[in-house]
């Protein structure tokens, strides 16, 4: 399939070819028939896109601070290489489209191939959806106007909030397409609409749609031109619909509006506002988020979940609805909204249109019978080649973290990359052939089929480790998976029977001991007789309660998907079994009670360490800082910047943070390459995952839990 993309760091706008996405359990798969260019939206990222760096920093000013603190913690280069590749990443643009129902996932009731359906996909032949942000076309609905049913729901949302009632006067500043769809609404409603722009064609549409225009001008106030309208008693509410930097949309909304008026920004503009007026006015100002409730709620989009409809009546696929339902009535007119049409291999040409022209709707074509229905898509006719015990690798999932670290080694490592996928489809195809892949997918099956592919890379969501390495291993692969191994005993013991009857190499992504700061303090403590004491420290930063990583299937947890680092790196110091673990978290606050832990792990020879692992710090304070005591020295890692030592013995430090993804890779081609160890003892794998799981449980049972392998 064609799918649109644009590139952020020069805004070049690029059709290319991409697999089919594959259906998940809450989710449809759709055709697409008509997408909708969102004109203000769109604008705005072509203008960021094209923008210079020192222009891209002045449109995103908050920024500034996190890049700031993150070159103060982590280094200059480590943040040059985060920032160039977030700008290096492309994006599928767009969010209103029309299209057909190609495949329903097993938990999806209510909708069937063939479907007319509208949805929030991008400019794509085939869009994956959640079912909730999706929704039926009635029959006497044409796809040309059902295309604009998303943007009208943002607009919907807009007046939920403002909620007017019949004979109010209201005022829309921003006449574009929400502005244009906001007054139609309203006029809908039984208000009196007064329309604003400096735009004379858009405010002359309005006043077609039965609302009063007034067009910006330099000589002539907007605010004493609505107050006539208000009949001298200000406006009983303001919806914000324009696009702009400047403040001065909510400064006339402000001044035009009654005592106790309300404002709602659907649009995006300055935001220093003058208290003077609203205190003088007691003045009640929000900003209405998007299609309206469930919108950026997990729960909701992702999983599924709708919300009680006796407490949350209008969510934002109900939304849809509505709006739809205005549509068959034929209270909205979007015909006089389009501006033009382009089949969708003329998109290039629509969006030099936005930039030159002011279009308000811009509506892309699909030719249904045309588009490939690929799962699987060759990124180049060269044959993949090698010998066979030539690591020829195949990855799967494609996040955050696989762009920045893990696929920018592999293209460095020299090894054979094959096949990568991912189940979504979206830039599997831009990144595989930025990686130098030679073949993009879709579907897992195309990984562990292929006998030519002997090496796996793993780094989806932590649930789905322990499945993908047991296939894997299973299909004869070699197997790194990015940690955790396992989110339970369950699924551990799994692995270790899959690992039992298989030959292949498996490493989980323990990196920091792979690190030369770990590796160098490892060689002084060589010639070591007592124990150690070893405390950790990690700065580890918060993130919201709602994210995948706390949810207990998806994610397990931050002390399970990422504080089992540190576990391995105390297995690593003091070479012996973790034989007890006890932590402490706090407590009866929030859903992240537990990614504030204290972690205190004996080991079999005696030795002891302390893990703190804390959400709840500042990000300019440093992120990981560790700390080991032997014989009359203390060795400090910090960030993993410099390693310091205090008595006799060698520091070490070199510009670059180092946290060992690089070396960790090499060593595990190297051990396929020749058929030697992993890297890691499979039992240390064990231990350490284990390890982090009686972490969890004590910190809940308050008791000291010993740690077994079987």
């Known amino acids: 399939m064609k799918q649109l993309t644009q590139n952020l760091k020069n805004g070049v706008i690029s059709l290319t070819e991409s697999p089919v996405p594959q259906v998940g359990r809450e989710s449809i798969v759709v055709q697409s028939s008509l997408s909708l260019i969102s004109t203000g939206t769109e604008r705005m990222l072509l203008e960021f896109g094209r923008g210079s760096l020192i222009e891209k920093v002045k449109s995103q000013p908050e920024k500034v601070n996190q890049v700031i603190n993150k070159i103060k913690t982590d280094g200059l280069m480590p943040t040059l290489d985060a920032v160039k590749a977030k700008l290096d990443d492309a994006i599928v643009p767009g969010y209103s489209l029309v299209g057909e129902v190609f495949s329903v996932g097993r938990n999806v009731d209510g909708f069937y191939s063939g479907d007319r359906v509208v949805c929030n996909g991008g400019h794509a032949e085939f869009v994956r959806v959640s079912k909730n942000l999706a929704a039926k076309i ?43 769809l906001t007054v139609q609404l309203l006029t809908a409603s039984g208000c009196r609409v007064f329309g604003i722009d400096i735009n004379e064609d858009k405010v002359k549409l309005v006043e077609s749609f039965g609302a009063v225009g007034f067009t910006l001008q330099e000589k002539e106030s907007p ?27 909510i400064d006339y909304a402000a001044e035009m509006s009654k005592k106790r008026g309300k404002i709602v920004l659907t649009g995006v503009t300055g935001l220093e506002l003058k208290r003077r007026t609203f205190y003088d006015k007691e003045l009640t100002f929000q900003v209405s988020c998007s299609y309206g409730p469930g919108r950026y709620d997990r729960a909701y989009e992702e999983l599924g979940n709708d919300y009680p409809f006796g407490y949350v009546r209008w969510t934002l696929k109900r939304n849809f609805e509505a709006v739809l339902d205005m549509m068959t009535a034929g209270k909205i007119d979007v015909k006089p909204l389009i501006s ?22 811009i509506v892309l074509q699909y030719d249904k019978g045309a588009a490939r229905r690929d799962f699987s898509i060759e990124l180049t006719s060269k044959p993949v080649s090698g010998r066979s015990e030539k690591p020829v690798i195949g990855y799967i999932g494609v996040g955050n973290f696989a762009k920045q670290v893990l696929l920018p080694a592999l293209k460095n490592s020299g090894a054979v990359l094959k096949t990568i996928a991912s189940a979504s489809g979206g830039n599997v195809s831009a ?7 030679a073949l993009a997918t879709s579907e897992y099956s195309q990984v562990f089929e292929d006998s030519s592919i002997n090496t796996l890379f793993i780094s989806t969501r932590h649930g789905s480790h322990a499945e993908l390495v047991i296939r894997a291993l299973k299909s004869g692969k070699n197997v790194f998976v990015e940690k955790p191994l396992a989110l339970n005993k369950t699924e551990l013991k799994d692995v270790i029977d899959a690992h039992s009857n298989s030959n292949g190499i498996l490493l989980v992504g323990f990196n920091r001991r792979f690190s030369v700061f770990s590796r160098k303090l490892k060689e002084s403590l060589s010639s070591k007789s007592d124990p150690l004491c070893i405390n950790i420290m990690v700065n580890a930063g918060a993130i919201e309660g709602s994210h995948w990583v706390h949810d207990t299937e998806c994610g397990g947890g931050r002390i399970i998907g990422e504080a089992c680092h540190f576990i391995d790196l105390i297995r690593y110091f003091t070479g012996s079994q973790i034989t007890e673990v006890y932590a402490v978290s706090t407590h009866g606050h929030s859903v992240t009670d537990s990614d504030k832990m204290c972690i205190t792990i004996k080991s079999k020879d005696g030795s ?5 692992y804390f959400s709840n710090g500042s990000k300019s304070y440093p992120k990981e800082r560790i700390e080991v005591f032997s014989e009359g020295r203390v060795y400090v890692i910090d960030n ?69 392998i079987a």
Not at 223 to 248: L, N, P, Q, W, Y
Not at 656 to 675: C, N, P, S, Y
Request: glycine share 12%; with cysteine.
């Open 640 to 708: 993993f910047k410099s390693l310091t030592c205090f008595g006799k013995g060698k520091s070490h430090n070199q510009f670059a943070q180092d946290k060992g993804h690089g070396r960790e890779i090499t060593e595990f081609l190297q051990a396929v390459e020749t058929g030697g160890k992993s890297p890691i003892p499979f039992e240390e794998l064990i231990e350490s995952t284990l390890s982090s799981f009686a972490a969890v449980e004590s910190s809940k049972t308050g008791k000291p839990l010993i740690v077994e």
């Open 340 to 361: 033009r049409s382009f089949p969708f291999a003329d998109a290039d040409k629509a969006y030099d249109l936005l930039m030159l022209e002011n279009p308000l709707g």
């Open 223 to 249: 605010v004493d031109a609505a107050m006539a309208f208000s009949r001298g008693m200000g406006m009983d509410g303001v919806i914000v619909a324009a696009s702009t930097k400047s403040t001065e949309p």
């Open 608 to 612: 002891i360490g302390t893990i703190n």
């Open 431 to 437: 990144l595989g052939q930025k990686f130098g892949f």
């Open 138 to 180: 009635p029959d006497n609905v044409s796809d040309e106007t059902a295309v604009f049913t998303v943007v009208g729901a943002i607009a919907l949302q807009g007046i939920r909030l403002l909620n007017p009632a019949l004979g109010e006067s209201i005022c829309v500043i921003g006449l574009g397409l929400v502005g244009q």
